[in-house]
Every structure is written in C-alpha cells, then in structure tokens.
C-alpha cells in the first residue's frame, strides 16, 4: 500500500500530503504494532525528536481505565478498516500552514470589521459544528497524549477519528506562525465523559459526504494555544499578537478558495483551562482573526452561560460601533 517513503511536513515549509484511508490503516496497523524505528528515543540527538512518538509503545504500558476506553475507540477503527463490508475507499490531506511574520503594527492596521458570531452554551464543536471548519484545541506536538494517558478535547478528537493520529507519524513539531489543517477524517465512534469519565460509546456511521477528490467533507484545523504558568502574562501585547497570528494562520482562506466558499469556523474556549486562558479574551482574538479571514464564528462554550452571555453583550457593542479589528 505504501511504496514509497512518506514525506515529512517539516518546520517553516508548507506543504501537503494526501493519503489514503487504506494507506493510514496500514500505517496505523504499524505503529500499533510498535514497528517504525527510530521513533522510541525523545533523546536531543535522535533523528526525530523534533517529532511526536507514533508508536503505540506507552499505550500498552501502566494499565489504566483510560488507556482501557481509548483502545476500544482503537481496536473497533481497525475492525472497520479491516471489514469487506465497510471498505475504507477516501482520501485524506495534512496540510502544514506557514504564516509570514506578522507583527502588532499589521494587526492595527486591519480595517475589517466583526464578521458574524453564533455563541452558545448548548452543543459541541464535532456535533453542531458539522460542515464548519472544526478546531482541534491542539498541542504542539500533535495529538497531544493520544497514545498516553490525555484525555482531553484533542485526545478525544483524535480517538474519534483515529485516521488523524497518523499526522503523529510525519508532522513535526508546530512553531509559533504554523498549524496544520486535515481535510477528510472519518469519525468512526462515539463517546461520553472528559479526562477519567471518558467511555467509548459504540460505533458511529459517518454520514458525511464527499468532495470531488473523495475526501470527506470535514476538515479539522488544528492550532496549538500558549500555556501561561501566570494568567496574567496572556495579556502582553506580544504573546497577544502571537495567538493572534497562530488563530489567523489557520483561519485564512487558501489560494484556491474564493470568499464566501470557505465555510465558516466552529471553535470553542481554545487554551483555557489547565493552560489558563482567559476564555474571554481567547473569543475575542477568534472574532478579530476571523473578521481578518472574512469568515464568521460558531462559538461553543461548554456549558457556560455566563460567558456566552458576555460575548453576546460584547459582540453586539462592537457590531454597534462598527469596531474594526485594527480598533
């Protein structure tokens, strides 16, 4: 299935790489295997330390109850992949996304005003956000603690759909003005419960269609927030204009889309929580790199009503006075 080497999305390049859904399960079937060398070692000097583990060695070490519920999400992709029945027949493209060097002054200079929002405490961004640009609330090294012990938004997406774990294999690690988009995941299960209360839920038949080159029609954008040891650094001009430039890098439209094609984006409280975003400040850099990108914004708050009632008091302010980003 794979008669070549597979190339890297290296630091500072971007590029693309489209592979097949067969192609991912026998990659995946590898690193499930534990097969691909040099890729144990996380020593400075190994070839690939610039790069997330991909074999599933500490998966399989120190059982836990979690490790026990992602390996149900694991096993039942494979016995999808490996069905007559159920032939996995797609495509699916990694995209790695360079951002020029933009800096405070660019972002003053933006005339564009608050684009669309729809914010609410009901919902989740896989569900209700179907058809939408969907944001992985990524780590740098993508995937996170997939084949640890994480068991968080990332992780949970990726269990999901396991195809996009394979990103782990030829991905290095983000810089500051890159993510990585993935067009064409399949979801192949449900779930219930965060962290210790996650459970697989069973299988899931993935209703989505499919594009001209047979990719499903999702598309996961994943863009690694800054974790803060104090809240209050966040509020910096420079690491404010860095979450900026990281939100926009994956927001913007590609060469060949033509504004109002790209669908609009469903995103969240990204880099709150243990990495102690402030999650109103969090939304409001996702409006301004939206408005910038010319798309509008489905905001969920996970059960949160009370920021969902604040951005909405903000939005309309800033919509009534025609705030621009730059403002």
Same mark, same amino acid.
């Given at each position: 299935?794979?008669?070549?080497?597979?190339?890297?999305?290296?630091?500072?390049?971007?590029?693309?790489?489209?592979?097949?859904?067969?192609?991912?399960?026998?990659?995946?079937? =590898?690193?499930?295997?534990?097969?691909?060398?040099?890729?144990?070692?996380?020593?400075?000097?190994?070839?690939?330390?610039?790069?997330?583990?991909?074999?599933?060695?500490?998966?399989?070490?120190?059982?836990?109850?979690?490790?026990?519920?992602?390996?149900?999400?694991?096993?039942?992709?494979?016995?999808?992949?490996?069905?007559?029945?159920?032939?996995?027949?797609?495509?699916?493209?990694?995209?790695?996304?360079?951002?020029? =060097?933009?800096?405070?002054?660019?972002?003053?200079?933006?005339?564009?005003?608050?684009?669309?929002?729809?914010?609410?405490?009901?919902?989740?961004?896989?569900t209700e956000g179907s058809g939408l640009l969907q944001v992985d609330f990524a780590?740098?090294?993508?995937?996170?603690?997939?084949?640890?012990?994480?068991?968080?938004?990332?992780?949970?997406?990726?269990?999901?759909?396991?195809?996009?774990?394979?990103?782990?294999?030829?991905?290095?690690?983000?810089?500051? =003005?890159?993510?990585?988009?993935?067009?064409?995941?399949?979801?192949?299960?449900?779930?219930?419960?965060?962290?210790?209360?996650?459970?697989?839920?069973?299988?899931? @038949?993935?209703?989505?269609?499919?594009?001209?080159?047979?990719?499903?029609?999702?598309?996961?954008?994943?863009?690694?927030?800054?974790?803060f040891t104090h809240g209050r650094d966040q509020y910096s001009m420079k690491l404010?204009?860095?979450?900026?430039?990281? @939100?926009?890098c994956g927001f913007k439209r590609c060469e060949e889309e033509r504004r109002g094609?790209?669908?609009?984006?469903?995103?969240?409280?990204?880099?709150?929580? @243990?990495?102690?975003?402030?999650?109103?400040?969090? @939304?409001?850099?996702?409006?301004?790199?939206?408005?910038?990108?010319? $798309?509008?914004?489905?905001?969920?708050?996970?059960?949160?009503?009370?920021?969902?009632?604040?951005? $909405?008091?903000?939005?309309?302010?800033?919509?009534?006075?025609?705030?621009?980003?730059?403002?």
């Open positions: 299935l794979c008669f070549q080497g597979i190339p890297l999305l290296q630091q500072g390049r971007a590029a693309a790489i489209t592979l097949s859904q067969a192609q991912i399960s026998c990659l995946l079937a =590898n690193a499930f295997f534990c097969t691909f060398p040099h890729r144990n070692s996380t020593s400075f000097h190994s070839d690939y330390h610039t790069y997330p583990s991909i074999n599933f060695t500490r998966l399989f070490s120190h059982w836990s109850e979690r490790k026990m519920e992602k390996l149900k999400a694991i096993v039942h992709y494979f016995h999808v992949a490996t069905d007559e029945k159920t032939k996995l027949d797609g495509l699916v493209t990694f995209e790695r996304r360079c951002l020029a =060097n933009t800096d405070a002054r660019t972002w003053s200079c933006c005339k564009e005003e608050m684009n669309k929002l729809y914010v609410s405490s009901c919902g989740a961004i896989e780590s740098s090294w993508l995937g996170g603690g997939v084949l640890d012990s994480g068991l968080l938004q990332e992780e949970i997406l990726f269990l999901m759909s396991p195809e996009l774990i394979v990103s782990r294999l030829f991905t290095e690690k983000l810089q500051d =003005n890159e993510c990585v988009i993935v067009t064409g995941c399949q979801q192949f299960s449900t779930y219930s419960g965060y962290g210790d209360t996650f459970r697989w839920k069973g299988p899931y @038949a993935d209703p989505t269609g499919r594009d001209g080159w047979a990719r499903r029609q999702r598309q996961v954008l994943a863009m690694d927030a800054l974790r404010v204009v860095r979450e900026l430039n990281k @939100a926009y094609e790209e669908p609009d984006i469903a995103t969240g409280k990204w880099g709150c929580g @243990a990495f102690k975003g402030d999650p109103q400040l969090k @939304a409001v850099i996702q409006l301004m790199a939206a408005a910038r990108a010319g $798309r509008g914004l489905a905001f969920f708050t996970f059960k949160d009503e009370k920021l969902e009632h604040g951005l $909405r008091q903000a939005y309309r302010l800033l919509r009534t006075k025609g705030t621009t980003v730059g403002e």
